[in-house]
């Protein structure tokens, strides 16, 4: 796994050609169909912390066609979801733009044909709508953020961006089992790169911590995110399934900047933030939402 | 028109500020909900369960209800001149949320039916019932600025987008949000519009507005501008208005000839608001829109003639359009991606 300082925004693609270099990752000569999966959360654009930069994306689409051909095909994807829709998420974070600029393809998942894969994770079996044009790629390449979140995952980065891809809007319906989900999907789905996009990482706020990683394992690239937030990794759940299911190592080797330089900085979760959001949950829970104006 | 003490109101439209008027509503001293309309069942459902007796899918219903006085119309603002003509020629009395409509013509044509069908016709600007912002007017009045000079006002949130706070989920954004043919504009209808009722309460008509309008998030419509303003009184103002936030800040600052003074509408915090919404159903934050919906009711009553008023509504969009026909930097710099 690689670490790499982002120094400036002119030197994104030298940043992530030599993260790459570090972890002798080389993109195959016989390139065709790369599939590329930024996260996207609503409406909230690259400074909130919470999407990954479409300049990182950028980079990355440059770096690719300068080690392999011009002409690769490449495609951006993303799935609508129950609070964002593709159509103004690719616009109004600035990836129509993109596409435009690059010559790549905006691809929403959930207009795409699917086929049905059937997996496993854990005890639980899933049913799990996969879109062709991640089947049909030759590289999949994951552009997640590093993201604290509720409980019970407590964590998003590599793993959960690829649940994102469950083509259905309502993924809500995973929620009760969604550890497991996020694992059955990285099953259905493997994704044969993670680059990181850690610029702006968010915590109990945005803070810019200026530096990338990438690692073919996304299991690992988590476990490095988990510490970087100042969580014992083998306190996410679903990260220690991923890697009982084989989808890669909580263990890794570091290479380039050290890891601990980044967690010092990283904006950790306080009680009061904890407090609301447990209060917000026992308010729903009894059913208090409308009274509070919270539905 | 209204002859009784309790003023009977219908609801039209339970969107965000439709479910706001529905609870404020349930709680004023001389007026009840006696019915609502939307085309959400879920909502309806709501509504029963809050306490409205009578709910109707279609506002046209609604309006051909003899015993209802007055209607609130919390619809999209592409339904506004529709709805409001509709419920003019039914005799209903008129409390249209802001902004008054998609553009001037419509505007004039509501105040028009309202005039000939000769109901009361207020439009929804908390703003103008915020005992902040009302001080101010006072400060004004009594001469303790001077003449103020110059005026700034800033208002800035995520606007329809909902904002990122820790254990909350986002909330989806009505289709009509992103089709600038169905809102008349973007931040600056939308907040602006709020800014300069204000600013125009306070310091007569506009007579000159421009604009610098903004294109962050590459819609069709501005999510933010920047307004220099010169009004009647001939103080010169500044106003901010964007979607951009994930937060809130609302905030006038004036500056007299004898002093200055700045006044801020701010959130409570959760605790507090929490403890209110329990106890009297609206919070400190929200106080404004039960307020003006409780003047609204006692207009009726006291038979008097309610401010803001559709003119007023009218005189705001003028500007607003005065203000989108003289952009500045008229060409959108788009090309924030390299």
Known sequence: ?295 | MVSVKSVRLGIIGLGYVGQIHLRHGLRLANAEIAAVADISAKALNKAKKAGVKTVFKSYEDLLRNPSIDAVVVALPTHLHLQCATQAAEAKKDIFLEKPIARNVQEASEIVSAARKNSIRLMIGYPLRFNEEFRSLKRKIYDGSLGDVEIAQAAFISSGPFFHRAEGYAPVPVPEWWFNKQLTGGGALIDLGSHVINLLQWYFGEITSIKSCLGYRFNLDFEDSAICVAKFKSGTRAVMNVGWFLQGYQLKVEMHGTVGQATREHKPGSPFKTAVQMLTRGYSDFHKPHFDELQYFADCLTNDTNPSPSGEEGLRDLKAISMAYENEMFPKPERERIE
């Open chain 1, 1 to 295: 796994m690689s670490f790499v300082k982002l120094e400036s925004q002119n030197q994104l693609r030298e940043a992530i050609l030599n993260s790459l270099d570090l972890i002798y990752f080389n993109f195959p000569r016989t390139l065709e169909n790369v599939v590329i999966k930024p996260n996207m959360c609503y409406y909230w654009d690259y400074s909130t912390g919470q999407t990954t930069d479409p300049r990182f994306v950028g980079a990355l689409i440059d770096a690719i066609r300068s080690k392999t051909s011009p002409d690769v095909k490449i495609s951006i994807v993303e799935s609508d979801a129950s609070a964002m829709r593709c159509k103004y998420v690719f616009r109004m974070l600035g990836y129509e733009q993109l596409a435009k600029n690059h010559n790549v393809r905006l691809v929403n998942l959930s207009e795409d044909f699917l086929e049905t894969v059937q997996v496993k994770a854990g005890k639980q079996s899933f049913k799990l709508p996969v879109a062709k044009t991640i089947l049909q790629a030759d590289l999949k390449i994951n552009m997640p953020k590093i993201k604290y979140t509720m409980d019970p995952i407590k964590l998003t980065c590599a793993l959960k961006n690829i649940f994102g891809c469950i083509p259905f809007p309502r993924k809500s319906r995973y929620h009760p089992r969604l550890g497991e989900a996020i694992v059955a999907a990285n099953k259905a789905m493997r994704f044969d790169l993670c680059v990181v996009d850690g610029n702006i990482v968010s915590g109990i706020q945005p803070r810019r911590l200026g530096f990338m990683m990438s690692s073919r394992d996304p299991v690992a690239i988590d476990a490095a995110a988990a510490k970087i937030a100042g969580l014992n990794p083998r306190s996410i759940k679903y990260l220690q399934l991923a890697q009982q299911e084989g989808l890669g190592t909580t263990h890794y080797v570091e290479k380039g900047l050290p890891l601990n330089c980044f967690g010092k900085r990283y904006p950790r979760k306080n009680l009061q933030k904890k407090f609301m959001g447990t209060a917000y949950k026992v308010v729903l829970r009894l059913k208090l939402g409308q009274k509070l104006g919270l539905e």
